[in-house]
């Protein structure tokens, strides 16, 4: 019979079969591509990074995924992966937050929203943090917040650049209450201390980028790059139109309208983003 650990380990293999994760459901050969329709080889996808060869539509990826793509590979080391999420308010909505956080930690192969480490891209070693959208809407609690400021910090002490790739649909963990409110400050404060010590910090915005997220952190990039279509704001568009009540200008709140308003300094397709990662540290001088 397996020990608890040697279970918790298989358990971990079966999610990371495939290097997929999303739900946990036998994945069929093809998929559907929400930007064109189109039925599209799942393998094919895949080979382009999760971006349809039709239309360019750019998938979700996971956290784990995106170490992947982006650093080379067998360079990732992560940081503070014990980091666990408490439950501080006991707090309950459909179901209690305890056991959400187990669904979602099982579901996704994290601990938390966060994934954070150092590697290698393109040969230049960088310190990087991912959030994922799949769990519990990428949102920010007290461990995506420690996550990201000790990822700011070390990036200090040991004078790399600092890649953060945002994928946050919500911002601040309710389910938190003000410990999580209070991580957007926090992160922030580390950040400006980076910049201080002439850091160099390239925001990467994905599809969504929302919320308090979206106003603390991703937003204080030196660089700030988008993927292509990605939804970023803060309010959703329902909420801001029955607020202001007058009618959002098309585009709203897409990579594409706020490169347009100097919100972004550049899109950058999936597949270049490694290269154009590495680039703009070289420009920069790190
Ligand atoms: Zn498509």
Redesign the pocket.
Known sequence: MATETETVLLHDTVLNGNGRTKRGVPEGLWKR?P??Q?T?FRKEAERRLGV?P??E?HWYVSAQERVRQLLDDGTFEEWDADLMPADPLNFADKKPYRDRLKDEQARTGLRDAALSGTGMIRARRVAVAVTDSAFIMGSMGSVVGEKLTRAAERATRQSLPLIIVSGSGGGARMHEGILSLMQMAKVSAALARYHRSGGLFISVLTNPTMGGVAASFASLGDVIFAEPKALIGFAGPRTIKATIRIELPKGFQTSEFLLEHGFIDRIVRRCDLKSEIARTIDYCGK
């Open positions: 591509c930007g064109c189109a599209i349809c039709e239309c539509y």
